[in-house]
């Protein structure tokens, strides 16, 4: 069965960058949907990006100009590039998959879209 594996999180300080990757097992080609949701504590889980396997991406707001969303399809890997952090972004960063594709612009940052979760990866900026 697909498995999702995060890595990357971390401490940073304002003003720092991460990236993090989610590696994706046994996966075969064909349509998807990935995203990167993140929840901070007591606070819903939120869509930070997201992208289908023909390119198309979704941001947050919040994300827009400082966080990239890619796919590395040799290597079944997700990414989230993420520069200019800001305390506001420490949270708990999962990466969530639909194998069967979505409307990435739609519902591409919707939680209730994706049927496969990575266990998470933390990522804590300091003032």
């Known amino acids: 069965h697909v498995q999702l594996v995060e890595s990357g999180g971390g401490s940073v300080q304002t003003g720092g960058s991460l990236r993090l990757s989610c590696a994706v097992s046994n996966y075969t080609a064909g349509s998807y949907c990935m995203g990167w949701f993140r929840q901070a504590p007591g606070k819903e889980r939120e869509g930070v990006a997201a992208?289908?396997?023909?390119?198309?991406?979704s941001y947050a707001f919040s994300a827009k100009g400082r966080f990239t969303v890619s796919v590395d399809n040799a290597k079944n890997t997700l990414y989230l590039q993420m520069n200019s952090l800001k305390p506001e972004d420490t949270a708990m960063y999962y990466c969530a998959a639909n194998l069967r594709g979505c409307l990435v612009v739609v519902q591409g940052r919707s939680p209730s879209h994706y049927n496969l979760w990575g266990q998470g990866t933390q990522v804590t900026v300091s003032s």
């Open positions: 992208i289908d396997d023909d390119g198309r991406t």
